[in-house]
């Protein structure tokens, strides 16, 4: 039996597939980076890096947006666009990406139904863009350890803002897994478990049982 395609297709309900969603960063700057105080920035970094990794392995369609203003260095972390390589930020003025009608257009455009969101901060350039789309008929899905904020309180209170608002929070891991489901997907197995972090990408077991218990 040949081994199964990336490309096998996916039960969706309630689901992400690498088919019905689309991925977008938004803000992540040094500038916006630096401000980060809810979480450790390097790990921050590392999640969009993984997720923009998983993103060009499963095809999906990626969005960059930077907000056009000098304090805030209207430029990617490099990192990140490394890995999207030559994809053109779309810069804006607006806080909220919804309000911009290149970032809306661009959405559209690709016809899914399912908008997954990264990015800095939470409280605004996250929340206000996630609403929105909500409003409009959007499932959004919110990459939790992908953004941050100025504190913890800012940041918590986005995302149950959101989640009252039927946002659904994930994790970078969990959105790659979503898009790979399947163990036997030979083309993209061996790379999601490279990109992803210990224990799922080690072969050996992390689990000791009670080693280290008192009298051991």
């Keep these: 039996m040949s081994p199964l395609s ?34 450790d920035r390097q790990c921050v970094l590392n999640n969009n890096v993984m ?25 990617t972390l490099a990192p990140l666009q490394a890995v999207l390589q030559a994809q053109a930020p779309l810069t ?27 990015g800095l901060w939470t409280e605004t350039c996250v929340a206000l863009p996630a609403i929105e789309a909500l409003e409009d008929g959007y499932e959004v899905y919110i990459v939790e350890d992908c953004c941050g904020d100025i504190s913890a309180l800012a940041h918590e209170n986005a995302m149950q803002r959101m989640i009252d608002a ?9 959105v790659m897994l979503a898009w790979q489901r399947h163990r036997a ?32």
Excluded: H
């Design 92 to 118: 804006r003025t607006t806080m909220n990406s919804w309000e911009d009608p290149a970032f809306v257009d661009r959405v559209v455009g690709l016809g899914r139904t399912r908008l997954v969101l990264a």
């Design 6 to 39: 990336s490309r096998a297709k996916r039960s969706e309900t309630g689901l992400l597939t690498p088919d019905n969603c689309v991925v977008a960063f938004i803000d992540l700057q040094p500038r916006m980076l630096a401000g980060v105080a809810n979480a």
């Design 166 to 174: 039927g946002a659904r929070p994930v994790t970078a891991l969990s």
């Design 185 to 216: 997907l030979a083309d993209t197995g061996d790379t999601v478990r490279a990109t992803a972090p210990a224990p799922y990408s080690s072969p050996q077991p992390v689990y000791r049982g009670n080693a280290g218990q008192a009298g051991e």
């Design 51 to 75: 997720l923009a990794r998983a993103a060009r392995l499963f095809g999906v369609p990626t969005l960059l947006s930077c907000v056009d203003t000098p304090a805030a260095q209207a430029d």
